[in-house]
């Protein structure tokens, strides 16, 4: 079946699940001022005058500039602001504006007659992604997934990142970036968790920060989404999540803010889903209360694409612009907003609010001032910087003294995962077209989120370059018996299994298509066998007994196949650290299986988050369960030691002081990890990550480090006060190599600290 964009986004025909309430597409696109009441002023307006206006005026702020082209602007304009398009040229698509960059999430038009920008927008978190619309797509340098960059636990890096595909949206001529997604991954069955910043509020919060502030270093807008709660695929749409206000705030809600903190992002994209039985894009508590008064968020909001259900409800309760509209009469919040305004059901000031943050945001980060166009690309330059992610972000999982492959090994089987060709990347709007095209053409699904896309970066061949004195076999894993007489001739076997995960639908966290099998054959017939994972997110490992080394590289972007083989030849020596539990077993999970299923499309259903803020190892910790790998695990082919740990209340901040020395024979990068709990118990969890660091360290070298502790970190949530509270007393600082390692620790005695909301 075929499924085009916008159906696609609520419903979705995809491991049983059905499509339903899918309006027939049509095959005319019809003029929009035949159906629109209101014209967007883009078209309607005259051409604009030369000479400058009042609000652009750079010395003054961008707040006074979006105030002043507020007072110029008239109400068409204030309304051709908040209304933003879908950009793909489809017969469903009714309003093809041909300003619109072809194959994108959207467009919403400018004011040409007071010189303020069209909005031109593009997903997302790995890259420039391609509404895939008719072949040949856009390729664009794609990142790894958001999972693999989190897992390198480096801010910087994650920057740079953000800095390189920011400038790719640039030069395609995109000034809005609908980047970074956040949302905490409590089951690891959701089809987007490796869009995500895995399953702890600081880590979370703090990569996808360095993402946005990356992205927006190209004078462009980044788009924090989706906010919030938004934890699941299945049923997005109609799925109402029951959450303690006080737990949300200690987990979700605090990934979104340190992520809006430190990234400062010119939008917000909030999601499909109800939050304690309201959509979250007409959710009064959430937009206006937390994001705007307690936070002070001063950009704008925006819906997922067809997240808008009631237009006086959206625009009362903090939505400031309606996205993704393709088609006639759906919902257009240009018509709507205007009658619910002339009906008094809406204020005037409310409108001018939109119109005024959304100015300021595109003001503010140069979108305004310094347009854009497009421009060429340098990817030779840009690969370098998604393999560097890559190499930091792979996850060394399980090493019994295989890896690093030397020199001397000099047969070697490759089997399985297309790893002849390329390496895996997830599915739905999020999908970048890495250069050279699919490498594997013919998978489907057909219609969107499809199709299932390998990128054309071959392990096989980058590791037949990095060893080129070894006989490097390959077997495509089909046929297990072939697989296993491959192993059983070479000294080392190398599995690659891959499991496709896409935006819309959630998935079971068993690989596919048999894989479990062919790692078993193959372990079988080699014991020197070491299993490449290429997954969304974390999957059982039933045959880890079996198999002497095991890699985690998600999905690892354009440069993956050459990242995963300078990491397995040890020209790279692994530093990715697990951003998410792996568990030992379904029951270990507090939804063995993703809510609503078996209900009925159409039909809302709610999922309870009865683990509240114990979202990942808080939860496991809490519980006493051992999982198949821990938060924050991940191994080194040198050894490290840590010690001289101290901590002080300086100037009122926790601050946690150490050594760490490289005490192994080759160069790495540590990743320390602070986690806190007090002495008198009374969390959600016994323990919370607090800090965190990564040092790179030659062999023999060491370095002194001093980490800061978040104090809502330290704090509860206490709903009556509306504010985070430490509460006085003797505190435990562990500095563990993961979520369930003693570590070593001290302990503090803090004073009571309150930490107000910003307004
Ligand atoms: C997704 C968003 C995306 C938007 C535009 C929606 O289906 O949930 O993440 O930005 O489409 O493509």
Not at 196 to 223: C, F, K, S
Not at 336 to 352: F, G, S, T
């Amino acid at each position: 079946m075929t499924i085009t964009r916008p159906l696609a986004l609520s419903f979705i025909a995809l491991l049983g699940m059905s499509q339903a309430g899918c309006p027939a597409p049509s095959s005319s696109a019809p003029s929009h001022s035949a159906t629109a009441k209101v014209s967007p002023a883009a078209v309607k307006s005259a051409a604009p005058t030369s000479a400058p206006m009042a609000w652009q005026d750079k010395q003054l702020s961008p707040d006074q500039r979006a105030e002043l082209l507020l007072q110029a602007m008239t109400e068409d304009e204030k309304l051709t602001l908040v209304t933003g398009y879908f950009g793909v040229q489809q017969a469903w698509n009714h309003y093809n504006f041909k300003e619109a960059r072809p194959q994108s999430a959207g467009f919403v038009a400018g004011v040409p007659r007071l010189g303020f920008t069209a909005q031109w927008q593009t997903d997302a978190g790995s890259g420039v992604a391609t509404q895939r619309e008719a072949p040949p797509e856009l390729e664009r340098t794609a990142l790894p997934s958001g999972l693999l960059t989190a897992a390198t636990w480096n801010p910087p890096l994650a920057e740079r990142s953000g800095a390189m595909i920011g400038s790719e949206a640039r030069a395609s001529g995109f000034n809005v970036m609908l980047a970074g997604g956040v949302n905490l991954m409590r089951d690891p069955g959701n089809g987007r968790n490796f869009e995500y910043g895995g399953e702890d509020p600081l880590l979370a919060g703090t990569m996808v920060g360095a993402l946005v502030r990356g992205i927006q270093q190209n004078h462009i807008v980044a788009t924090v989404k989706h906010f919030a709660l938004n934890n699941q695929e299945r049923g997005r749409d109609r799925v109402n999540v029951v959450i303690d206000e006080a737990a949300a705030r200690m987990s979700d809600l605090l990934a979104f803010q340190i992520a809006i903190e430190r990234g400062d992002p010119g939008s917000i994209m909030c999601s499909y889903n109800l939050v304690n039985g309201v959509y979250a894009c007409q959710n009064a508590w959430l937009l206006n209360q937390v994001l705007k008064k307690d936070w002070g968020f001063k950009g704008y909001v925006m819906t997922d694409w067809g997240a808008q259900h009631d237009t006086v409800l959206n625009a009362n309760n903090g939505l400031d612009q309606e996205t993704g509209v393709a088609e006639t009469g759906k919902y257009v919040w240009l018509d709507k907003l205007a009658a619910a305004i002339r009906a008094k059901q809406v204020p005037q000031a409310r409108l001018d609010d939109m119109v005024r943050r959304i100015a300021r945001s595109l003001i503010e980060k140069g979108a305004v001032d310094d347009p854009v166009s497009p421009a060429p690309i340098d990817f030779a330059a840009h690969a370098q910087v998604t393999q560097a992610d890559a190499e930091e972000g792979i996850v060394l999982l399980k090493n019994q003294g295989v890896l690093p492959l030397t020199e001397t090994v000099k047969r070697i089987a490759v089997i399985g995962g297309h790893a002849d060709v390329g390496v895996l990347s997830g599915g739905g709007s999020a999908q970048v077209y890495a250069p050279g095209g699919i490498a594997v053409p013919g998978l489907g699904p057909k219609g969107w989120p499809g199709p299932t896309v390998y990128s054309k970066s071959s392990p096989l061949e980058a590791l037949r370059a990095e060893l080129p004195k070894a006989s490097i076999s390959w077997q495509s894993g089909t046929d297990l018996k072939a697989a296993a007489s491959a192993a059983r001739e070479a000294e080392i076997a190398l599995v690659f299994v891959t499991q496709w995960t896409t935006e819309s639908a959630d998935f079971p966290i068993t690989l596919p298509d048999e894989q479990d099998q062919l790692v078993a054959a193959v372990a079988r017939a080699n014991k020197h066998t070491v299993v490449v994972l290429e997954t969304g997110g974390p999957v059982l490992t039933p045959w880890l007994d079996q198999v002497a080394g095991v890699v985690e590289a998600w999905y690892p972007g354009s440069r993956g196949g050459t990242a995963i083989a300078r990491v397995l030849s040890g020209a790279v020596n692994p530093s990715g650290h697990l951003p998410v539990t792996f568990p030992r077993s379904l029951e270990q999970l507090p939804r063995p299986q993703t809510a609503g299923e078996g209900v009925p499309d159409g039909t809302h259903f709610e999922v309870h988050y009865d683990e509240g803020a114990a979202v990942g190892y808080r939860r496991y910790t809490k519980k006493g369960l051992v999982p198949q790998f821990s938060f924050g695990h991940g191994l080194s082919y040198t050894t490290f030691v840590e010690n001289k740990l101290s901590a002080r209340v300086d100037n009122g901040e926790l601050k946690v002081t150490f050594t760490v020395r490289n005490t192994g024979k080759r160069p790495g990068k540590r990743v320390a990890q602070i986690y806190v709990s007090p002495e008198a118990g009374g969390w959600e969890s016994p323990r919370r990550l607090g800090a965190f660091g990564k040092v790179e360290l030659a062999p023999g070298a060491s370095q002194e480090l001093t980490l800061t502790v978040d104090p809502r970190l330290l704090a509860i949530y206490e709903t009556q006060r509306q504010a985070f509270r430490v509460a006085p007393g003797s505190y435990r600082v562990t500095l563990a190599a993961n979520a369930h390692d003693a570590g070593q620790g001290v302990t503090v005695t803090l004073p009571e600290r309150v930490i107000a909301p910003k307004q």
